[in-house]
C-alpha cells in the first residue's frame, strides 16, 4: 500500500473531473506496481465520479451535485494535507465495541518520542486490516494514551476520498491517502510527532491470509524506506497477530473447474480495479453459523522498536535495500519475540516473499 516515489516537489493537486479515467488502466510489475496502486481510483471512487455528472444532466437533483461537485474543488487539497481529524469521531462508544468484539489490543514495546516522524509499517494485511483501523483510526485501544503526543495517520486508497461524505468521514478519523503527495506533507510540513501507518503488504498480501499463516508480500515492497529515507522518519515495525485468523480463505485445487472461476474473478478484478479479489467466509450472526461476520477472535497488535533513519533526498538502490535489511531483521525479531505469546507455536516462522 504504500506509495513511493521520486524526491521532486510535486505541484499541489489540481481537480480533475476525469482524472480517474486516465488512471483506470492495468497495474504494472515491481516498484512500478508499488508507486502506481495506491493511485488508483477503485471502485467507489469510479462509480463517484460517474454518479454525479448522471445526477447532473439526468435527474431532479442537480442542485446536489452542482454543490457537491463545487465543494469537491474548493476542498480537493484537504485530504493530502493533513486532513481534518475528529477527537469526537475517533472516540465514538460504537468504536469501543467493535474492539471488544474480537477483542483488539495495542501493545507498546518502546516510547515513540514527540521530536521525531515515523513510518509504522504494519503486517500482516489479513482480510480487512482490523487490527490496523481499531489501533489507529480510533481511539478504542487508547492509542493517545500509549503514545502521547504522537499522531497517527492510516494510509489508504485515495479512491475513498472522491466519494462525498465518505471521504468527510474518514478524514475525520485520521485517515488519508497512502500518496507521496499525502505522506510527505505528514512527515516534513506537519511538525514533529506524526506517525503515518501503512499496511505495506497491501492487496496483493491479502491473498496470502489465511488462519495459521505468517506469509508477507515484503520483499519488493521497499517503497516505504525510500519515503522514510527520503523525509527522514523513523520506521517502525508492528505485526498484528491474529489478523489472519478471523476470517477463513478458500483458494480451490488447481484443475477444477471452481478454480477456473476463482481465479478468471480475481484477474479481472485486479486488471479492471487495481484490488485483489479474495473469496472469504466468517461467521454469522449466531455462533457456529457461516456467513461474512469475521470471527471474534482476539487481535493483538504489537508495535517494535523505532529504527532510526537518515535523511537522504536522493537514496540510492545500496541505500534502500539495506534499510530494507534491517527493517525486516527487526520485524523478524518483533515476530519471534512475541509469537508464543499472542497464540502462535514456538516453531512458526515469518516467510517473506
Not at 446536489?64 to 461537485?69: K, M, P, Q
Not at 477444477?256 to 478468471?264: A, D, E, L, N, S
Request: glycine fraction near 8%; charged fraction near 20%.
Amino acid at each position: 500500500m504504500p506509495c513511493l516515489l521520486s524526491g521532486q516537489t510535486e505541484e499541489p493537486m489540481k481537480w480533475n473531473l476525469w482524472e480517474p479515467f486516465k488512471r483506470f488502466q492495468r497495474r504494472p510489475t515491481g516498484e512500478e506496481e508499488e508507486r502506481q496502486a495506491v493511485r488508483k481510483p477503485g471502485a467507489q471512487g469510479c462509480i463517484s465520479i460517474i454518479l454525479i455528472p448522471y445526477f447532473l444532466v439526468y435527474t431532479k437533483y442537480w442542485i446536489l451535485s452542482v454543490l457537491i461537485l463545487a465543494w469537491l474543488a474548493y476542498d480537493w487539497n484537504t485530504h493530502s494535507q493533513g486532513g481534518r481529524r475528529s477527537a469526537w469521531v475517533r472516540n465514538w462508544t460504537l468504536w469501543k465495541y467493535f474492539q471488544s468484539y474480537f477483542p483488539v489490543k495495542l501493545v507498546k514495546t518502546h516510547d515513540l518520542s514527540p521530536k521525531h516522524n515515523y513510518i509504522i509499517a504494519n503486517h500482516p494485511h489479513g482480510i480487512v486490516s482490523y487490527g490496523v483501523f481499531i489501533n489507529f483510526a480510533t481511539e478504542a485501544t487508547g492509542f493517545a494514551r500509549i503514545f502521547p503526543d504522537i499522531t497517527p495517520s492510516v494510509g489508504t486508497l485515495e479512491g475513498i476520498f472522491w466519494i462525498p461524505i465518505v471521504r468527510e468521514y474518514v478524514m475525520s478519523l485520521g485517515v488519508c491517502p497512502v500518496s507521496e503527495l499525502a505522506l510527505k506533507y505528514l512527515l516534513t510540513q506537519n511538525g514533529s510527532g506524526n506517525a503515518v501507518v501503512v499496511v505495506v503488504g497491501g492487496a496483493a498480501e491479502s491473498l496470502l491470509c489465511r488462519p495459521g499463516a505468517s506469509t508477507l508480500f515484503l520483499k519488493k515492497r521497499k517503497g516505504f524506506v525510500k519515503l522514510a529515507l527520503k523525509t527522514g522518519a523513523y520506521l517502525v515495525p508492528s505485526y498484528s497477530f491474529g489478523e489472519n485468523e478471523v476470517y477463513n480463505q478458500e483458494t480451490f485445487p488447481e484443475g477444477t473447474w471452481m478454480r477456473f472461476f476463482q481465479k478468471g474473478f480475481q484477474d479481472t478484478f485486479k486488471k479492471l480495479l487495481g484490488i485483489n479479489f479474495c473469496t472469504f467466509h466468517g461467521r454469522g450472526l449466531t455462533q457456529g453459523s457461516w456467513g461474512f461476520l469475521p470471527f471474534n477472535l482476539p487481535i493483538t497488535t504489537v508495535v517494535g522498536e523505532p529504527l532510526p533513519i537518515p535523511k537522504i533526498q536522493k537514496p540510492n538502490k545500496m541505500t534502500v535495500d539495506k534499510y530494507h535489511t534491517l527493517y525486516i531483521n527487526a520485524l523478524r525479531k518483533l515476530f519471534d519475540e512475541h509469537k508464543v505469546q499472542y497464540g502462535l507455536p514456538e516453531t512458526q516462522e515469518l516467510t517473506i516473499i
